[in-house]
């Protein structure tokens, strides 16, 4: 696993867990089991371990950002009250937990009295339809930053970071394994917006010409990167893969139902080629370069469970 550059703060999990303070347990059992993903074993235990304490942190940060909000207007004498939602993104790989964490952490803070109102949009949706993928011969390359239509996706946040009502976010199927033509989810100015993807933190080359160029991260108050080692993440997603295989694969609506036609083993291999080929060298070219720029990132064990906890000093 890559080393942490010296501008971050490392914390054992245990260490990580004392900074809850007297932040109250507001999640259920039955709750944490209904946030977590297929194959993801966070419980109400890591939840106190790790989220509890995380939440706190994001909830001072929101909290600092409301006041300097006010403070500005009234340096600028603005009579503008459109209040500026604060954004979180959280990147990592596929199969590392990236849903989980950010449906607990919408749950747990949209219960601070600073943030009652608290969102969370998936970049899935703004990747580009199997179509257009299809035509451009990219269909291998999904979930790599070429296949995301990134100016509409800069183009939902400018409108959520200005304040507009209102913003629709496009939807995107799991089952069908494409953009949900039509179908969209509005987000009408949260106190929160958290924003999941695999490839957030990217920064895209500048162009030569000269010409302003804005990246997804710009919008970011706070970023989270979700972290294991490599073998660990191979093994959650060829678990996954197997899981779902036995599950949501037999629709026969699922793109992936035809590997419920192979045994086992054809069905492994399939999943085998799929990591290497596409997943992992994502991970390596894309995703993994990106965990330098995140504010804090959660470092998970082989149980998939976090061990350590690193916070980029201000």
């Known amino acids: 696993m890559i080393p ?3 501008n971050y703060s490392l914390f054992l999990s245990e260490e990580w867990a004392s900074f809850r303070a007297d932040t109250p347990l507001t999640l259920t059992s039955d709750e944490v089991q209904r946030l977590r993903s297929i194959g993801d ?3 109400l235990k890591e939840v106190q371990r790790i989220y509890l304490s995380l939440s706190r942190l994001l909830s001072s940060h929101v909290e600092s950002s409301q ?8 340096f600028l004498q603005m009579q ?9 993104g959280i990147a990592g790989s596929v199969a590392v937990g990236k849903s989980t964490t950010a449906r607990i952490l919408q749950e747990l803070l949209k219960r601070w009295k600073s943030s009652p109102k608290v969102a969370l949009v ?3 949706g703004f990747l580009y339809p199997n179509t257009v993928l299809q035509l451009q011969n990219h269909m291998d390359r999904k979930g790599f930053p070429e296949s995301y239509n990134t100016s509409s996706l800069i183009r939902f946040l400018s409108e959520i970071k200005t304040g507009v009502p209102d913003v629709q976010a496009p939807l995107y199927s799991h089952l069908t394994y494409d953009v949900l033509e039509g179908e969209y989810v509005t987000i009408d100015r949260p106190d929160i917006l958290i924003v999941e993807g695999v490839n957030v933190l990217q920064v895209n080359p500048v162009p030569r010409d000269g010409k302003a160029m804005l990246f997804v991260s710009d919008f970011f108050d706070f970023s989270i990167y979700i972290d294991a080692t490599i073998a660990n993440i191979h093994q959650w997603y060829m678990e996954r893969f197997i899981k779902l295989r036995e599950t949501a694969f037999r629709n026969p ?4 139902h035809r590997y ?6 054809e069905a492994s291999r399939a999943a085998e080629d799929l990591w290497t080929n596409i997943n992992l060298k994502n991970l390596k070219e894309n995703i993994l370069p990106t965990r330098p720029r995140a504010n804090l990132v959660l470092q998970k064990g082989a149980d998939h469970m976090v061990e350590k906890v690193a916070l980029r000093r201000l």
């Open 4 to 6: 942490f550059p010296a």
């Open 41 to 43: 074993p966070v419980d």
């Open 67 to 74: 006041i300097l909000f006010q403070q500005r207007h009234k």
């Open 80 to 88: 503008d009250t459109v209040k500026t939602p604060f954004i979180i």
């Open 122 to 124: 998936t970049t899935d």
């Open 253 to 256: 609506q699922s793109f992936f």
């Open 260 to 265: 419920t036609k192979m045994n086992l083993e």
